[in-house]
């Protein structure tokens, strides 16, 4: 087999070129061309779904069931949500006029960017891949997706198709690791929607300021959950193991990172979760086949490392098998790690997952307010003052109470990191608007004109 050419700084430039010919030229401008795209989206969906669950079963182990609802599914609503609102969201929108502009009438018209470049993470390959480029298209922009060369099968699969059903005269992947995405990197566009960690999101924002490049940085960070004991504790567990070992085994930008608690109910959280962990996976996780493996050697080194910390080994109250041979780990829960640990400074993106006991819950809040914002915070609780509370006065990029992770289904709700977890959102009419620009239009009329504004001014004129 020939091996495949290298992507290098000639190539991208020469990309670009082609792509911002075919803007200049208006093909993506018209509703048409944005309605047919996002249509053939939709059969890349609708025609291909086992070759994505088995692609995503080659890179993840993911099992069907998560990759059809969590990757197929939401993407399919987001494809039909935009064929649906396209004409109302390229639509301009009326704007008063004043006094002072009188007599005129003004828009805000949403103006396609460019062309674009969409780098994209492993853990939901193709959500977070297509979901992005469904907004580019939709407003009208040339895009280039780069997906993660962590999910080789993914990556591959999502070119393949890309390729055969969309314009490839606007419409591009390339594959490929730092190189590449560092050749991307160096052109110039007109916008760079990033998801992945903050370190690399930091590498992004310095390349794009060269250009002056505006970014969407969709990033991480360590997701709190807060349980009250006011709560219904077994649908609580249930919903955090689903949205923590349920959600590819942790390894999701809104898995829950560390659970918050008092001192007297952490005993019964940690015996629910027990429970409800054993009725979900059995009585040996390692062997279900109902959670995702550990995506490469790497990331597995990196929770073994997490979790070897002496102070943090030591905590273990459920779990801790690993098998590195099959890059699995079992659902692990600590009790009152170390607030220092490596395992509470870092990310987890894994099936590990802290317990921390505290006096009460406005303590709970605090160690909250006190590291940097999440992309989430979670609380379960029945206690209406407290779901205020937490509303109000924790930061996060989005907030779920009583449920975990559900908010990015929901398209009239931006999804988006605040701080550290992130800058701009997208999802719905929000995906629409990231990959727009706000034009403002003013219509004056050459009747009515006033002497005031103009020169020689005196006091005179201002009193006519
Ligand atoms: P990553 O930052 O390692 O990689 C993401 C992308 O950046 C990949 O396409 C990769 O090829 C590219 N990349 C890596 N190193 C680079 C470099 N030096 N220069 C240029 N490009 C480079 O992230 P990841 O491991 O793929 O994803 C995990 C992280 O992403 C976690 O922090 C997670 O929370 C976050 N995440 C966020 C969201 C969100 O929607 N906010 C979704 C998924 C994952």
Redesign the pocket.
């Known amino acids: 087999m020939a091996a495949k050419k290298m992507f290098g700084a000639v190539d991208a430039s020469v990309l670009v070129t082609d792509l911002r010919r075919s803007f200049d030229d208006g093909v993506t401008r018209g509703y048409e061309w944005r309605v047919t795209q996002l249509k053939q989206l939709l059969i890349i969906c609708d025609n291909h779904e086992p070759e994505i669950v088995a692609a995503l079963r080659d890179d993840l182990g993911k099992p069907e069931l998560e990759s059809s609802v969590y990757e197929v599914s939401l993407l399919r609503n987001s494809i039909k949500l935009a064929l649906k609102q396209l004409k109302n969201w390229m639509a301009p929108e009326k704007a008063k006029t004043s006094l002072t502009t009188f007599p005129a009438s003004a828009e805000i018209v949403s103006e396609p960017l460019g062309v674009v470049l969409v780098?994209?993470?492993?853990?939901?390959p193709f959500l977070?891949s297509i979901d992005p480029v469904i907004g580019a298209i939709s407003a009208g922009n040339a895009v280039v997706l780069?997906?993660?060369?962590?999910a080789p099968a993914s990556s591959a699969l999502l070119a393949k198709l890309m390729e055969q059903y969309l314009d490839s005269s606007a419409v591009r992947v390339v594959e490929?690791?730092?190189t590449e995405?560092?050749a991307l990197?160096e052109q110039k566009w007109d916008k760079i929607f990033?998801?992945?960690?903050?370190?690399?999101?930091r590498?992004?924002m310095a390349a794009a300021a060269k250009h002056l490049t505006p970014v969407v940085l969709?990033?991480?960070?360590k997701s709190p959950v807060v349980v009250d004991s006011d709560t219904d504790l077994k649908v609580t567990v249930r919903r955090i193991i689903v949205g923590k070992w349920g959600c590819n085994n942790g390894q999701?930008?809104v898995s829950p990172d560390y659970i918050l608690t008092t001192k007297e109910y952490a005993p019964k959280v940690i015996d629910a979760m027990k429970k409800e962990l054993e009725t979900f996976y059995g009585k040996n996780p390692m062997e279900s086949k109902d959670m995702s493996r550990i995506v490469n050697s790497t990331h597995f080194d990196r929770l073994s490392k997490l979790l070897d910390e002496k102070e943090v080994s030591d905590k273990i109250v459920y779990g801790g098998e690993k098998d590195r041979e099959n890059l699995k780990i079992a659902p692990t829960i600590l009790l009152d790690v170390p607030l220092d640990s490596l395992i509470m400074s870092e990310?987890i993106?894994g099936p590990l997952l802290p317990i921390l006991t505290l006096n009460n819950l406005e303590e709970c809040f605090d160690v909250i307010r006190s590291r940097p914002k999440p992309?989430a915070a979670y609380l379960f609780t029945h206690n209406k003052k407290l779901k205020e509370r937490f509303a109000t006065t924790v930061s996060a990029g989005g907030i779920v109470v009583n449920d975990i992770a559900v908010h990015l289904a929901l398209h009239t709700l931006p999804?988006?990191?605040v701080g550290e977890?992130?800058m701009g959102a997208y999802h719905g009419k929000f995906s629409f608007d990231a990959f727009s620009h706000k034009k403002a239009v003013l219509y004056r009329s050459l009747f009515g004109d006033s002497a005031v504004r103009y020169p020689p001014y005196s006091r005179g004129k201002l009193r006519l």
């Open positions: 780098i994209s993470a492993w853990n939901y977070l780069k997906p993660s060369e962590l490929g690791a730092v995405t560092t990197l990033y998801t992945g960690s903050s370190k690399i999101g590498v992004i969709e990033l991480g960070g999701a930008c990310e993106f992309l999804f988006g990191g977890s992130g």
